[in-house]
Structures are given as structure tokens and as C-alpha cells.
Antibody, heavy 120, light 110 residues
């Protein structure tokens, strides 16, 4: 069964760091485009970052320079390293897999999300 | 920056047909495919339409997508509304290498 399971969310102070994980099963993250999407409380979906199968990465302007997307092929896991966190980063973070070939047909598989709260 | 605009909310009665619009801020709405996601309260989004009006397995043919170039907009049409269709719906497309979501539309079936 194809599945994505996020973890690593929690409460962190402004300026702090957190690393989110997204464990995949049923497919190889290395062969797919993988995306992080977040949703602030009561708000809509916001794209955060994408990692192409070839290793190229892109980020939303709101997180550029602070967040880093990566993967560990041996663990079949996608990551999102979040540094210098702000209150505005408070959200549920979803990882998602792109329909092949990637970057064309949107996302076909979503995780259940992990909650990040940035507050003092 | 390219933006997608959706109505905040729509409502319709069971058995009727509803259309949710998604208007591009610039350029050509058909330069990239427009996807549609359904999100029920407390759940992750799921795809209802992707590519050229394609439905994932398990999505009924009551859901369909279309493009209107003249208005630079995409639409999601749901026919034969059921109470289970009540959810938030998001359109999504691309601006080059950037993924763009619409603001979402809350569908109430009453």
C-alpha cells in the first residue's frame, strides 16, 4: 500500500528549529517528485517546497533561505528542515507525492499531516 | 506572481449541480493543468480532478473539470450533489516551477 506518514511536529519558540520527516511506503521517494504543503489554522493550502527526483529543489518565497527539503533514499524518507521559525509558520504540514512525471498533474498521495506550533 | 482566485463559499441542495470557479490572475489558465482537491474537516486533501479532466480511481463521474479560456478560469462541477460532498475544494496549478493553490471554496450541501 502506498502511504506517507509525517512526524516531527511540535511546539517550538520563535527563532527555533525543527525537522519534519515523511516516511514513505509502497514506492521509492527517490523516483518521484515530493512536495511539502502547509495549512495555517483556519486557512487554505500553501505550497512550501518541492524536491524533484533528480535532486533539484524549489521553495516558496516565504520560506526561502530558512527551510531545506531533502531525502534519505536508504530510509525512503523525505525531510523538511525548518530554521529561524516564525509565528507565521504555525500550520499543519503535509507531505505529498506528485503524479508522474511530476510537476504537471499535482499530487496524488498525501500524508495525514504533522502540526507545527511556533510560540513563546 | 500568478494567483488563483476562488469564491469563499457556495451552497446548493442535494441532487442539484454546483460549479466552483478558479480564475487565474494573469497569463493563460491553460498553460498548465489545473487540479482540484477535496478536503473534509480534520482530514488531508484528496485529489478529485487532475490533468485534463481525469478522475482518480474511486472518484465518481459526478465530478468534472473544465477550462474557459475566455475568462481565464477553470471550473469544478459536481452534479447530483450528496451531503458527503460537503467540504473545502482547492484548485491548484503551476507558475513555472512554483506550485500555486487557490484560496479554497467551502461547499455547503443543504
Amino acid at each position: 500500500e502506498v502511504q506517507l506518514v509525517e512526524s516531527g511536529g511540535g511546539l517550538v519558540q520563535p527563532g527555533g528549529s525543527l525537522r519534519l520527516s515523511c516516511a514513505a511506503s509502497g514506492f521509492n521517494v527517490s523516483s518521484k517528485y515530493m512536495t511539502w504543503v502547509r495549512q495555517a489554522p483556519g486557512k487554505g493550502l500553501e505550497w512550501v517546497s518541492i524536491l524533484y527526483s533528480g535532486g533539484i529543489t524549489y521553495y516558496a518565497d516565504s520560506v526561502k533561505g530558512r527551510f531545506t527539503i531533502s531525502r534519505d533514499n536508504s530510509k525512503n524518507t523525505l525531510y523538511l528542515q525548518m530554521n529561524n521559525l516564525r509565528a507565521g509558520d504555525t500550520a499543519i504540514y503535509y507531505c505529498a507525492r506528485d503524479y508522474p512525471p511530476g510537476g504537471v498533474y499535482g499530487m496524488d498521495v498525501w500524508g495525514q499531516g504533522t502540526t507545527v506550533t511556533v510560540s513563546s | 506572481n500568478f494567483k488563483l482566485t476562488q469564491p469563499h463559499s457556495v451552497s446548493e441542495s442535494p441532487g442539484k449541480t454546483v460549479t466552483i470557479s478558479c480564475t487565474g490572475s494573469s497569463g493563460n489558465i491553460d498553460s498548465s493543468y489545473v487540479q482540484w482537491y477535496q478536503q473534509r474537516p480534520g482530514s488531508a486533501p484528496t485529489t478529485v480532478i487532475y490533468g485534463e479532466n481525469q478522475r482518480p480511481s474511486g472518484v465518481p463521474d459526478r465530478f468534472s473539470g473544465s477550462i474557459d479560456i475566455s475568462s481565464n478560469s477553470a471550473s469544478l462541477t459536481i452534479s447530483g450533489l450528496k451531503t458527503e460532498d460537503e467540504a473545502d475544494y482547492y484548485c491548484q496549478s503551476y507558475d513555472g516551477t512554483t506550485v500555486v493553490f487557490g484560496g479554497g471554496t467551502k461547499l455547503t450541501v443543504l
